[in-house]
């Protein structure tokens, strides 16, 4: 009954490679979003899509590109990955804005890369 | 640049204590909102604070957002090991007119509960 759910949770992989990572919300929500966590544990925002539709796109490397073939899913996937690349990757979820959420986001449990 | 500070950065209390977290911004917030992250568990939801003033409590936690909504405490009394964790503290950078929330967060706190 996992309500966002992300996989794998632990992805190794080597320099160069692409990979992606999955997202799914059985929440009925229209908002997905990624989130990065850097090894000093801070949070930044990376993309968000609306029914599809990309709504931000912060400053993030082209070499991610966010793919939503539902407004139920939202998987990411990395192009020739850096060691920079290393981080969690959490993904979330939320209602429309205004539509009386009061746990704003939902977040998945996380996904641990490191590229060797 | 981060818009969220955090303090302290990391809290080793003895069970049984009382702590608290500060999260402060510069600019006004539309929403203050604190998670809890537990390793492998992402980020559980605690509270939003959304008025000047506001103050909310569930079990042992307090969160309080100040009257210029630019500073957010979250106190714990009498903490327990199961309160270990790292808390993050998130806000609203703008209105959210668009479709999504943007929310920016804290470095976090690491919370750390002895026996």
């Known amino acids: 009954d996992t309500a966002v759910s992300q996989t794998p949770k632990y992805l190794v992989t080597q320099m160069g490679n692409d990979k992606s990572i999955k997202c799914e919300q059985n929440?009925?929500?229209?908002?997905m979003y990624w989130y990065k966590q850097d090894s000093k544990k801070f949070l930044k925002i990376m993309f968000s899509?609306?029914?599809?539709?990309?709504?931000i796109n912060e400053t993030v490397p082209n070499r991610f590109s966010p793919k939503s073939p539902d407004k139920a899913h939202l998987n990411l996937h990395i192009n020739s990955l850096e060691l920079g690349d290393s981080a969690v990757y959490f993904c979330a979820s939320s209602q429309v804005p205004g539509q009386g959420a009061t746990e704003k986001l939902f977040f998945g449990s996380g996904t641990q890369l490191s590229v060797l | 640049s981060q818009e969220l500070e955090q303090s302290p950065q990391s809290l080793i209390v003895q069970e049984g204590k009382n702590l608290t977290i500060n999260c402060t911004s510069s600019k006004t917030l539309y929403g203050l909102y604190w998670y809890k992250q537990k390793y492998g568990e992402g980020l559980i939801f605690l509270m939003m604070l959304q008025k000047g003033g506001e103050e909310k409590s569930h079990e042992k936690i307090t969160a309080k957002l100040d009257e210029k909504k630019q500073q957010s405490s979250l106190h714990i009394t009498a903490s327990q090991p199961s309160h270990a964790g790292i808390y993050l503290c998130g806000a609203d950078r703008v209105y959210s007119g668009a479709g999504s929330y943007q929310l920016t967060f804290g470095k976090g706190t690491k919370l750390s509960v002895i026996p």
């Open positions: 899509y609306n029914n599809k539709e990309l709504i």
């Open positions: 929440l009925g929500h229209d908002t």
